[in-house]
């Protein structure tokens, strides 16, 4: 899967598929199932390093997870979160941090959050063919302005002239998360770039979910969009808990595993 086959699934009317990834192992695996794009978002921040939101999140533990997914990738395309304060400095902060991801991790293209405001920055990176992946609607790394990780953006107006920016500007792609579905079909309407949704219904020309939640990994988490397709986090425990169980009945390990 490469940036342009991605954007003509659009012209083909084929729904495109992406979820997160945050090392090798869950991407061999996600590689493995045909998925189109495998994003490796700073919701790591929340899944993987158990804090409370993105903004901890630094440049150098995207390169890190980033450069484990990507050498996992065999069809995949892979597309690396620019975290907090590595890109709204300025432009030039943006292509200093985005060229080391694409270099250091072997990723295809990195994602930011993103509407008209960060166009010129959007624009500085499409300029030197680093190809980017727009991110508007719930941007959590504004969490502080929102105050809660569902607020749902409704703002029609403001939403539209983000996406038209974005694209103007060069981004390849759009997440678009947490909007009311009339507006998300509105803007894929609108969009020759393909718009990936999260909590953004079914108009969109494809979807993301975060695989921890939609493996039904995470605890605690609701949200009325996520639909789990599986419970790894009760399947693990209960596993664990019958190893548990054999070890100490002495059931395990018995002849069978056992050199003689
Ligand atoms: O960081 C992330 O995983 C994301 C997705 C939820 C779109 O931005």
Request: proline share 4%.
């Amino acid at each position: 899967m490469t940036v342009p086959d991605f954007r003509a699934a659009k012209q083909a009317g084929r729904k495109l598929t992406v979820l997160t990834a945050y090392d090798h192992l869950w991407a061999s695996i996600l590689d493995e199932s045909g998925v189109d794009a495998l994003l490796v978002g700073d919701t790591l921040g929340m899944v993987v390093q158990g804090r409370e939101s993105t903004l901890p999140v630094t440049l150098r533990d995207m390169l890190y997870h980033g450069e484990m997914v990507a050498r996992a990738a065999r069809r995949s395309l892979v597309i690396v979160d620019l975290p907090f304060m590595t890109y709204q400095l300025s432009p030039l902060q943006a292509r200093r941090n985005a060229g080391r991801i694409i270099k250091e991790t072997g990723a295809a293209a990195v994602k930011l959050e993103s509407g008209a405001t960060q166009a010129a920055t959007i624009a500085a990176l499409a300029d030197i063919d680093i190809q980017v992946m727009a991110h508007i609607g719930m941007r959590p790394q504004s969490i502080r302005k929102y105050g809660r990780m569902s607020a749902i953006q409704r703002d029609r107006e403001q939403l539209m002239a983000d996406a038209l920016a974005a694209e103007a500007a060069g981004a390849f792609s759009i997440v678009l998360e947490l909007i009311p579905r009339s507006i998300a079909r509105e803007i894929t309407e609108a969009l020759s770039i393909p718009t990936i949704g999260i909590g953004a219904g079914p108009d969109c020309d494809g979807q993301v979910l975060v695989t921890p939640d939609m493996l039904g990994m995470t605890a605690g988490f609701n949200p009325k969009y996520l639909k789990r397709y599986a419970d790894i986090r009760a399947q693990t425990i209960a596993a664990a808990q019958a190893y548990i169980t054999d070890v100490q009945s002495g059931e395990f390990p018995d002849a069978a595993h056992s050199h003689e």
